[in-house]
């Protein structure tokens, strides 16, 4: 059986509430030998290594290290930065007068790099937190202090809506399996805790299956809507976490997905 390696950050955990972590333990139930690999190590070999650094942008040592193995599972995503993944950002003085979004440039509000920055292990202006989104009429309401801010953007507001309730597309996928999902929830800016009512997906745009290409993803999860007959792309990680569920039902989602490996194996079989 093929090996495969799981590279987190060397101060990062692998913990259950991880997307991952169940899908490394169906491997390992299935006969494969999982490792996880806590930051570069010279001395590591692997068959297959997937890149799961829970940090918007990957550093470089850990970019060179996984230049070493042939079939690596998202080699290529290297940064999930709003900046660089939404297509609706808004310069100030910009034409649009539209509702806007203010948010945190990286992911989950930057708390990981914050965490470093508590440790010493990162500059001091990481130490903030950005928890909560702030949607407002147009964009001569944002204050300047956030036109002037690296780590934040300021978006189009573009929601997807049914009746009274705000709409939010999830799409999960690992290779050639996936799974998606429609979160409806009174409020508009739509979360794991506000979700009323979750709808099973069939379609996912074609749209977005080339955003995947372009970026390099081979598993991850992509938050969009449906606006005006076409796909917005809110959010993406290469790191997701588990949605809150029952564990029956993310079960079927875990076994669906565990399979997309099977292709990557078979690379490295190939390449051996």
Same mark, same amino acid.
């Given at each position: 059986? !093929? $090996?495969?390696?799981?590279?987190?950050h060397?101060?990062? &955990?692998?913990?259950? =509430?991880?997307?991952?972590?169940?899908?490394?333990?169906?491997?390992?139930?299935?006969?494969?030998?999982?490792?996880?690999?806590?930051? !570069?190590?010279?001395?590591?070999?692997a068959d297959?290594v997937?890149?799961?650094?829970?940090?918007t942008v990957? @550093?470089?040592?850990?970019?060179?290290?996984?230049?070493?193995?042939?079939?690596?599972?998202?080699r &290529?995503?290297?940064?999930?930065? /709003?900046?660089?993944?939404? *297509?609706?950002?808004?310069? =100030?003085?910009d034409?649009?007068?539209? @509702?806007?979004?203010?948010?945190?440039? #990286?992911?989950?509000?930057?708390?990981?790099?914050?965490?470093?920055?508590? /440790?010493?292990?990162?500059? %001091?202006?990481?130490r903030?937190?950005?928890?909560?989104?702030?949607?407002l009429?147009s *964009? $001569? #309401?944002?204050?300047?202090?956030?036109? *002037?801010?690296?780590?934040?953007?300021v978006?189009r507001?573009?929601?997807? #809506?049914?009746?009274?309730?705000y709409?939010? #597309?999830?799409?999960?996928f690992?290779? %050639?399996?996936?799974?998606?999902?429609?979160?409806?929830s009174?409020? !508009?800016?739509? /979360?794991?805790?506000?979700?009323?009512?979750r709808?099973?997906?069939?379609?996912? @745009?074609?749209?977005?299956?080339?955003?995947?290409?372009?970026?390099?993803?081979?598993?991850?999860?992509?938050?969009y809507a449906?606006?005006?007959?076409?796909p917005?792309?809110?959010?993406?990680?290469?790191?997701p976490?588990?949605?809150p569920?029952?564990?029956?039902?993310?079960?079927?989602?875990? *076994?669906?997905?565990?399979?997309g490996?099977? !292709?990557?194996?078979?690379?490295?079989? =190939?390449?051996?």
């Amino acid at each position: 059986m !093929p $090996h495969i390696g799981i590279l987190i950050h060397e101060h990062g &955990s692998f913990g259950t =509430q991880y997307y991952l972590r169940w899908l490394a333990d169906i491997w390992s139930e299935l006969g494969h030998q999982v490792t996880v690999i806590q930051g !570069p190590t010279e001395a590591f070999e692997a068959d297959v290594v997937v890149l799961h650094v829970d940090l918007t942008v990957v @550093p470089e040592n850990y970019l060179e290290f996984i230049r070493r193995f042939p079939v690596v599972i998202n080699r &290529s995503v290297e940064d999930i930065s /709003k900046r660089r993944i939404t *297509q609706n950002l808004v310069a =100030q003085g910009d034409d649009y007068d539209g @509702p806007v979004i203010v948010k945190a440039d #990286r992911n989950w509000g930057g708390r990981r790099e914050a965490q470093l920055a508590a /440790k010493g292990l990162g500059p %001091d202006s990481d130490r903030r937190i950005l928890r909560e989104y702030l949607v407002l009429e147009s *964009q $001569h #309401r944002v204050p300047e202090v956030v036109w *002037q801010d690296p780590l934040i953007i300021v978006d189009r507001f573009l929601p997807e #809506r049914r009746g009274d309730l705000y709409c939010l #597309r999830m799409w999960k996928f690992f290779g %050639d399996q996936e799974a998606s999902v429609l979160g409806l929830s009174p409020e !508009p800016i739509v /979360k794991a805790a506000n979700i009323v009512r979750r709808e099973p997906l069939t379609d996912v @745009p074609e749209e977005l299956r080339e955003i995947r290409k372009e970026l390099g993803f081979d598993f991850g999860k992509f938050d969009y809507a449906i606006v005006d007959g076409g796909p917005v792309l809110y959010d993406v990680n290469r790191t997701p976490a588990i949605p809150p569920l029952p564990k029956e039902q993310n079960m079927i989602e875990f *076994q669906r997905l565990a399979e997309g490996l099977r !292709p990557f194996i078979l690379g490295a079989d =190939q390449i051996s």
